[in-house]
């Protein structure tokens, strides 16, 4: 058998393609590719732990209801998903995600989605305007 040197996804052990989610057609369900985004930068930074899991799984099901409400507003989810798990693992004493780790400032701090509502939601250090990545690619 050949051996690949793709990098190789952890959660599912395929090789992670090198594109990035915006060169990617979206799925069928907005909240699955919401999921997949959030999950793959949880585990970027070392916080795909059960706990946190367990949060972006709660926060999956709530925002079903909202797109149910807001059909529009299916493009929109992905950082409303990735908004509502950084706030519940800070206020759940889980710690600050994603913490910044591309500018010179030295406070810990964390990135925000930007924009906060909208579409191409992407991370952003506030503290010196770097955008970090788009949303499923720290």
Do not use: F, N
């Not at 060169?23 to 059960?50: F, I, K, Y």
């Not at 149910?68 to 990735?82: L, R, T």
């Not at 908004?83 to 600050?96: A, K, P, S």
Request: charged share 25%.
């Amino acid at each position: 058998a050949l051996l690949s040197t793709a990098p190789v996804c952890q959660h599912l052990g395929v090789p992670r393609r090198r594109r990035g989610w915006h060169h990617r057609t979206m799925s069928a369900d907005p909240l699955l590719e919401a999921r997949a985004r959030v999950l793959h930068d949880l585990g970027a930074r070392g916080l795909d732990s059960v706990e946190a899991v367990d949060v972006l799984e709660d926060v999956v099901t709530e925002r079903r209801w909202w797109v149910g409400e807001w059909p529009d507003g299916a493009s929109y989810v992905a950082g409303q998903v990735a908004q509502d798990v950084q706030d519940r693992l800070l206020d759940g004493q889980i710690g600050r995600w994603p913490r910044c780790t591309v500018c010179d400032d030295t406070d810990l701090h964390e990135l925000h989605i930007e924009p906060a509502l909208g579409q191409h939601p992407r991370w952003l250090c506030d503290k010196s305007g770097i955008v970090v990545a788009a949303l499923g690619e720290l």
